[in-house]
């Protein structure tokens, strides 16, 4: 992995970072020595001083031999070893001179290469921060007792500063390593693990890939992980729309081929339970099965227009229209049978979109029906729209363009966050199986005809407060 590379590759950067993920490049930890050497000042200390003993000496001894060996008068001998003194005074202050002058110039040479030292190494330590905190991926450093020792900033801004403190406690909230833990497994045999995530945050369920990956010392022991933790919820929502749309794109065929067909069938069956009944009198027993016999029948045929309305997706059946009259002529046929109210907040002057009538009249008569169900017909229903521009900065969901949104809001009994992601899949359904209104088709239909505008759809709910649909069709 390229993070593993930079680290391995940079040991400047593990080498700068400690418990605190800062380097200690204090003049105090550079005079710091190894233990048995000497160090440099003392050193060039006692280079000076050995040579002045021994010049001293050798001068001391070389010349009171050679005054004895050439005079023998005693007021001579006295004179010469005065000058003799100075001479040596003079001698040495010259070379102490010359010694204190080269070992200040070393020792200076010296303290500037490590102070250069430091800087590169703080300057690499910043590169490498740097680096890690522009990656998009939460980065961390954890040692072989799984505390933490290292967060970049994307880390830290989503779930908080932790450096330090153990991962299972702080994140798990558990006293020992987690079961399937990556990091584990990495340092239970060195290669590099992969994990999925799921984690309930304010702001829904988010889905996070861990990858953790070993840093070795020199000898190839594992002295740390490094784990990468990237957000791949949209990823997940991305391949679940597209599984549900390979889904619903398999039912449109089928509903193509099928759907006069059925239709022809209902006719016939439909016809012949009129005629059985019109030989029956109300109060026969038979009467009223065949009257449940019909019903179900119309249900049949119900789903069948949905699913010939689905399959339609001819860009020659899509004009431009103003969605405003739609919008209300869809809401008004779903709720004609109900007792649930309704407030309309539409806004003036909406843009023009292009549509296929049938295709988006249908998508919000099944959310409609859908949130009079969720309050068994009673309540209040709030239908809004309004002209949205979305822009990169404000949407990682929705392409950038001018929209006109739908949102209806009802205040039924909510859906599960959990089962949030599965509502507009193809047959699932919270209603109780049998029910006639158990089709697990609307939401799905209701899906497949935005989609197939280039629309979107999304579902926010809170149990026990309702839920808001919200459907995004681009302008024209």
Known sequence: MLLTRILIKNPVLWLSINTNGDADTSMHGAKQVMPGKIPLKKLAAIKIAGSYALAGGLWILFSDFLVARLFSDVPTIIKISTFKGWAFIVVTSWMLYVFIQRAIGLLQRSEQALKDSFARIENEKTKCENILDAVGDCIRIIDTN?????????????????????????????????????????????????????????????????????????????????EAIRDITSRKKIDSDLLRTKKLESIGILARGLSHDFNNLLTGILGYIS????????DDPLYNLLTRAEDACLRAEGLTHQLHTVAK???????????????????????????????????????????????????????????????????????????????????????QGNYVR???????????????????????????????KATGFGLAASYFAVKNHKGYIFAESTVGKGSTFSIYLPSA
């Open 275 to 282: 005629l059985a009944k019109t030989s029956l009198r109300p």
């Open 406 to 436: 739908i949102k209806i809001e009802d205040e039924g009994v909510g859906i599960e966050e959990k089962l949030l992601p599965k509502i507009f899949d193809p047959y699932f359904t919270t209603k109780k199986l049998g029910s006639s």
């Open 146 to 226: 799984f505390k933490i020792l290292y967060e970049n900033r994307t880390h830290k801004d989503l779930m908080g500063n932790h450096v330090g403190e153990h991962c299972y406690k702080i994140y798990a909230g558990n006293n020992t390593v987690c079961d399937g833990c990556p990091a584990g497994m990495t340092f239970s045999n060195g290669d590099a693990h992969m994990a999925e995530r799921c984690i309930h945050t304010e702001n829904g369920i988010k889905y996070f890939e861990t990858t953790a990956s070993p840093l070795k010392d020199p000898a190839g022991k594992t002295v740390a992980v490094i």
């Open 313 to 399: 997706n001819s860009e020659s059946e899509k004009k431009t229209i103003s969605i405003s009259g739609l919008i209300k002529a869809a809401s008004e046929f779903a709720l004609k049978e109900s007792q649930t109210e309704c407030t309309y907040n539409i806004q003036d002057g909406l843009w023009p979109v292009r549509v296929n009538e049938d295709q988006i009249s249908q998508a919000i008569y099944n959310v409609v029906v859908n949130a009079c169900d969720a309050m068994n017909n009673e309540g209040h229903i709030t239908i809004g729209a309004d002209n949205v521009v979305v822009d990169p900065n404000n949407s990682d969901l929705l392409k």
